[in-house]
């Protein structure tokens, strides 16, 4: 008997649950360690120390995020207080022009909030947020610039503010103010057009120039090279192609995701786990360091395509990558034990390999990615 137990595989319910109460615990311990310092969220866990950030970071949003979903798994008191005390950490936040980021800083804090309170006030924030994003939007090179220009790219934009387009849908809808729909969708078609290889793999950076309109350099910034996949912009472009299929109906976004899902999960070097290598082309694989961060993002962005997709080999294969994916998240090697971590849910994941930056750490949006996943996949159990 003992054999025959070990040797099951835990149903994949209870890695859901599982995954949710540990995710609950070490989210209610991380909350209370900052809670009396004013306008401070968590950013990382690095040699023994919790390493915080200010509302202006690009991951400012993702705690309160975290808080939000696990709040409307459960219904705890405890985890909305703490919700609302970090969401309004970020509100500053509104008025920035100087980033792209404004999506993943808004809405994953504000607009899930917005979405399960409905407190008028987060909704004002999400549409100064949305403003404040759409300066960044030039008609004509038609995309909304991700970085200012610097030495070396006129107008840089990066696979991942795809992700940003989301809060300006949600604001079109909820205000009937086309114009931000306008902008997502010309952003995801201009992106579709330049940002993509042949073989369905994305570049991390697209520089336009301002004259032309064209591009006039293709290259990386947090990848192994110019040429070389970036596991977490892969992960951002079949998330952001996937969510602008749903936001638009628009068939060519959901053959976009379709493509990128084939060829993310028919690479070589995806590790039979399924949780990638920081980059799909790192000169050291296997020894190089996994991201948790992307494996969570595709595990959630999988769950959603896999309901799109008309074709029910495709929509179960991408739901056994993704069960695998969480399987591998929820293990010991990926999910840390209560109030160790720093009060992380993930470890393992990279942040910026080229600079040394937060490799091999806990990141918050890794935490985000995967409790979202985990909501997926038991709303689809459900
Ligand atoms: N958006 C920055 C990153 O994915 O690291």
Redesign the pocket.
């Known amino acids: 008997l003992l054999f025959i137990s070990c040797d099951k595989k835990e149903p994949l319910s209870k890695v859901v649950q599982r995954g949710l109460d540990i995710s609950a615990r070490q989210s209610i311990y991380l909350a209370g360690e900052l809670e009396n310092q004013m306008e401070i969220l968590p950013r990382t866990y690095a040699n023994n120390e919790l390493k915080t950030a200010g509302y202006k970071s690009?991951i400012s949003g993702f705690f309160p995020g975290v808080l939000w979903y696990l709040y409307e798994n459960d219904s705890l008191t405890e985890i909305r207080k703490y919700a609302e005390l970090y969401t309004a950490r970020v509100e500053k936040a509104k008025t920035m022009t100087n980033t792209h980021?404004l999506g993943?800083m808004l809405y994953c804090s504000f607009g899930n909030g917005y979405r399960l309170t409905s407190n008028p006030h987060y909704l004002e924030v999400l549409k100064t947020g949305a403003e404040s994003l759409s300066t960044r939007f030039n008609e004509k090179v038609g995309v909304i610039k991700s970085w200012n220009s610097n030495g070396k790219w006129q107008y840089p934009v990066?696979i991942?503010n795809m992700m940003n387009l989301e809060m300006l849908s949600f604001v079109a809808k909820e205000t009937n103010q086309e114009h931000f729909m306008d902008i997502a969708n010309t952003h995801a078609r201009t992106t579709l057009l330049h940002h993509f290889r042949p073989d369905n793999s994305c570049y991390h950076v697209i520089s336009y120039d301002t004259i032309t309109g064209k591009p006039h350099a293709k290259q990386t910034h947090?990848g192994y090279s110019d040429s070389s996949v970036w596991a977490?912009g892969q992960a951002?472009a079949l998330y952001g192609y996937t969510m602008m299929y749903r936001e638009t109906q628009n068939e060519k976004y959901l053959q976009q995701a379709i493509n990128i899902a084939k060829f993310i999960l028919h690479h070589p070097n995806l590790p039979e786990d399924k949780i990638p290598y920081w980059d799909f082309d790192a000169p050291n694989i296997p020894d190089e360091p996994r991201d948790a961060s992307a494996g969570a993002i595709i595990a959630s962005a999988l769950l959603e395509l896999g309901q799109y997709v008309n074709d029910d080999k495709l929509s179960k294969e991408y739901q056994s990558v993704a069960a695998q994916q969480l399987r591998t998240l929820s293990s010991d090697e990926y999910l840390a034990a209560p109030q160790t971590n720093g009060g992380f849910i993930l470890k393992h994941s990279v942040?910026?390999k080229p600079r040394n930056s937060e490799v091999d750490v806990p990141l918050t949006y890794a935490d985000y990615y995967y409790v979202e996943a985990l909501l997926r996949y038991k709303k689809l159990l459900q």
């Open positions: 690009w980021d993943f990066i991942d947090q977490r951002w942040g910026n």
